[in-house]
């Protein structure tokens, strides 16, 4: 039920992308919330992003058992990409 609810999100999300394409999108979900969406032509960096917002609100960064933390992304995952976000 948490995956189709994450991907629902995603799909109601408005975006660069459905109007011009070209672009990556990475969301930061707690649990079903989304916590943030970020949309850039380098995937890298749209993560970077998340990171970054992460470390400047770190009340969003508690995460518990009830309600992990779910990254989703476009597109396909190098490992620096998923390493960088098991780092998050």
């Not at 960096?45 to 969003?60: R, V």
Request: glycine residues 6%; negative net charge; charged residues 20%.
């Amino acid at each position: 039920a948490q995956l189709y609810a994450i991907v629902d999100a995603i799909r109601r999300q408005e975006s660069t992308y459905k109007s011009a394409g070209s672009v990556h999108g990475c969301a930061l979900f707690r649990g079903e919330e989304m916590l943030l969406f970020v949309e850039d032509v380098g995937r890298h960096n749209a993560i970077d992003t998340i990171a970054g917002w992460l470390w400047m609100h770190p009340e969003a960064a508690t995460a518990t058992p009830a309600a992990p933390h779910v990254f989703y992304t476009t597109g396909r995952l190098t490992s620096e990409m998923v390493i960088k976000s098991a780092q998050m």
